[in-house]
């Protein structure tokens, strides 16, 4: 039986890839919130590692405070979070909205900050601690590697939490509008339809989204202040390297990174954190509107 | 002025007019581009904005719609003053607007263009009617939207407003650019919306398109109407008209 390939166990270089499929999976939902945010806002949401820390907490809260189990911390952190976001968007991005997108991206980050200054304030910089649900604590011996069912359970509901938005944005009515006031509002309006509304909807629904992916992220990842400023700067690196353009291509973009990430670990683990920033720069040379960008 | 608009329109048609426009004012930034624009449209009527490049024809278009930003002066639609209104607000009121550049949006298909307006009244097309006005639409539903020739984009834009029930429509110059077999279809489609009821405002550069289809031309000069002349008189008017348009 074949258990190593070229000195590297099976073993290793599969729960490697596992490992990287599962970042990569949280690449895709949280590159594909900020697009479809971009899209419609022109905003850079630099909030967005923030909110995915505010879903962590949030969950690690219920639990704590309220005996909040996971699944419906599942549900309630991202409505919640995602409320706290229409707030953002109706109490301070709107004023910003003729400004030009830097403005955007400044308030977002001084907010980004002040959220991560509030949860180090409180509860320290040190990693609370959440529980894997019971129903999913064990794991199955497939043979070649041992797979955790929490594991699988993530990369499976992110990969359909990215399906279900890639339908509605390109197979629903929503969608179309979506679509359509990200390339002309002024007209989209002018055939009757509310795009203020529509762009505090969009918002909100990308700021649960990175929720979401919070909760999921707290049982595997400790639940820090820094945990989602972290991840956001390897997640712009995976937006630079995908482009804005495509929704799919977020998706795609974001596993595959993932999984050069995992792989750069079994074979020179040197690189492994810095191997995304250098496709980053070598994309930026070749084809900087992204691989999946549409140049403009 | 010639004659005072609310007078020529009440001689086409002896009822109120259903749009009033009075001294109606609009600026992108700093620069005034309407200064004072006044005119009626009566219900049932297609009247045409004829005049030069930059005369403000689209402005005015715009300003009707709602889209431009800062504008002033009064505008009655349906015994309804819309100055303030969002144009949101003004398309639902039944007021269906086709841009200048047709605005057809890439990243949608035909159909998707078609649907993306809601329907808000009883007396929309059905997609059946849409489909017998507009034929060659029929084959081309799941195209992307700008694959289509200007022409059949300038029928969808056309169908896609007609789909929402609006009764009152603005066309900015929708011959622009086309072939002379597709002008005439558009003039047939104009001929036979006026047949049902429908009151249209024109904006068109092509003068001789305009007097196949229109009831009355406004004649507009720097954000101002400068005169107003009846189809019926145009052949008298022709080089009064070619003088003011500079052909
Ligand atoms: N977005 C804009 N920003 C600044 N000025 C503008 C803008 N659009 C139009 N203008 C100016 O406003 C004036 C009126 O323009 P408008 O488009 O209403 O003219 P028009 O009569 O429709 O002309 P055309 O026959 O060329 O379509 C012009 O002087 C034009 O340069
Ligand atoms: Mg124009």
New interface residues.
């Given amino acids: 039986m074949l258990t190593d390939l070229i000195g590297i166990p099976i073993q290793a270089l599969a729960g490697q890839l596992l490992l990287g499929l599962i970042n990569g999976s949280f690449y895709a939902m949280l590159s594909l919130g900020l697009a479809i945010i971009f899209g419609l806002l022109h905003i850079i949401n630099f909030a967005h590692g923030a909110q995915y820390t505010m879903g962590a907490f949030a969950a690690w809260m219920g639990m704590t405070y309220a005996g909040i189990d996971y699944w419906w911390a599942l549900l309630l952190a991202p409505l919640v979070v995602g409320l706290i976001g229409v707030a953002i968007e109706r109490l301070l991005l709107v004023r910003i909205r003729n400004l030009p997108a830097l403005y955007g991206l400044l308030l977002t980050f001084g907010l980004a900050l002040i959220i991560q200054g509030l949860f180090r304030n409180y509860f320290g910089a040190s990693g609370l601690r959440y529980p894997i649900p019971a129903a999913l604590s064990s794991g199955t011996n497939l043979g070649f590697m041992f797979l955790p069912h929490y594991r699988a359970w993530v990369l499976f509901v992110s990969l359909a939490v990215c399906l279900v938005t890639w339908f509605l944005i390109e197979r629903t009515t929503i969608g179309s509008t979506l679509r359509a006031a990200q390339e002309n509002p002024n007209l989209v309006e002018a055939f009757g339809i509310n795009v203020p509304r529509l762009i505090t909807i969009t918002y909100g629904a990308g700021v649960a989204l990175a929720a979401f992916a919070g909760v999921l992220a707290a049982p595997i990842y400790s639940v820090q202040p820094q945990m989602g400023a972290d991840l956001l700067i390897v997640v712009f690196a995976v937006v630079v390297i995908g482009g804005m353009g495509s929704i799919l291509g977020s998706v795609v973009t974001g596993l595959c990174l993932g999984l050069v990430e995992g792989l750069t670990k079994v074979f020179y683990p040197e690189a492994s954190s810095v191997v995304i920033f250098f496709i980053m720069i070598l994309v930026l040379m070749v084809k900087p509107e992204g691989l999946f960008g549409r140049a403009s | 002025m010639a004659e005072a608009p609310a007078a020529a329109a009440s001689a086409v048609q002896p009822v109120g007019p259903l749009l009033a426009v009075r001294g109606l004012n609009a600026w992108y930034g700093e620069s005034h581009v309407l200064q004072g624009m006044d005119f009626d449209v009566a219900p049932g009527e297609v009247v045409t904005l004829l005049g030069r490049n930059g005369a403000g024809k689209t402005t005015t278009l715009r300003s009707i719609?709602?889209?431009m930003r800062k504008r002033a002066g009064s505008i009655v639609f349906a015994d309804r003053q819309t100055i303030a209104l969002?144009?949101?607000t003004?398309?639902?009121l039944g007021i269906g607007?086709v841009?200048e550049e047709r605005?057809i949006?890439?990243?949608?298909s035909v159909l998707?263009n078609l649907?993306?307006?809601?329907v808000?009244s009883r007396s929309a097309m059905s997609d059946q009617e849409i489909s017998d006005l507009f034929p060659n639409l029929r084959e081309r539903l799941s195209s992307q939207g700008t694959r289509l020739s200007g022409g059949e984009q300038q029928m969808l834009a056309i169908a896609?407003?007609l789909r929402?029930g609006a009764r009152f429509l603005l066309l900015d110059e929708p011959t622009e650019g086309l072939a002379p077999v597709i002008i005439e279809q558009i003039g047939r489609t104009i001929g036979l919306l006026k047949e049902r009821g429908y009151t249209i405002v024109l904006v068109e550069q092509n003068f001789r398109f305009a007097s196949t289809v229109a009831d009355r031309h406004y004649v507009v000069e720097q954000g101002r109407v400068i005169d107003m002349i009846k189809n019926r008189d145009i052949a008298a008017n022709l080089d009064k008209l070619q003088n003011y348009l500079g052909i």
């Avoid at chain 2, 649907?115 to 809601?118: G, I």
């Fill in positions: 719609m709602g889209v969002p144009a949101r003004v398309a639902r607007y841009p605005g949006f890439a990243s949608l998707e649907h993306l307006p809601p808000f896609r407003i929402t």
